[in-house]
């Protein structure tokens, strides 16, 4: 999906399996840990178990020890995640979105968001 088709989004938001915060630079941080998601949840499924992800993407409560993230910015053109984990990590991470994060390292990236200018 492109950056700039993302609606707008206020200071906290749920979605799907996970959550988005908006930061005052204007920088948003989704942070995901669904079945569908790059974390200890990921699941395959074949044709014949399909029913059981339907199962899993309505259950009420989601939990892990990891998750998925993903910075961006409202009509900036491009994802912001790649600048972001390199700020803070000094790695390239290699993807638009990071896949099994941990508490430690979203604490991290939550401190340089909310330090950003």
Same mark, same amino acid.
Request: proline share 3%; aromatic share 12%.
């Given at each position: 999906? +492109? &950056?700039?088709?993302?609606?707008?989004?206020? +200071?906290?938001? +749920? !979605?799907?399996?996970?959550?988005?915060?908006?930061?005052? !630079?204007?920088?948003?941080?989704? @942070?995901q840990?669904?079945? @569908? %998601?790059?974390?200890? %949840?990921?699941?395959?499924?074949?044709?014949?178990?399909?029913?059981?992800?339907?199962?899993?993407?309505?259950?009420? &409560? @989601?939990?892990?020890?990891?998750?998925?993230?993903?910075?961006?910015? /409202? %009509? !900036?053109?491009?994802?912001?995640? /790649?600048?972001v984990?390199?700020?803070?990590?000094?790695?390239?991470?290699?993807?638009? &979105?990071?896949?099994? &994060?941990?508490?430690?390292?979203?604490?991290?990236?939550?401190?340089?968001? @909310? %330090?950003?200018?």
């Amino acid at each position: 999906m +492109s &950056v700039d088709m993302l609606p707008e989004k206020k +200071s906290f938001q +749920s !979605c799907y399996k996970g959550f988005w915060l908006k930061f005052p !630079c204007g920088l948003t941080l989704s @942070t995901q840990f669904g079945v @569908t %998601n790059y974390c200890e %949840n990921a699941q395959m499924f074949s044709g014949a178990e399909i029913h059981k992800l339907k199962e899993l993407l309505d259950a009420e &409560v @989601t939990e892990s020890s990891d998750c998925e993230i993903a910075v961006f910015k /409202k %009509n !900036c053109g491009h994802w912001q995640t /790649k600048e972001v984990w390199k700020a803070v990590f000094g790695t390239d991470p290699g993807d638009d &979105v990071v896949g099994h &994060v941990t508490m430690k390292d979203w604490l991290k990236v939550v401190a340089y968001l @909310t %330090n950003l200018k």
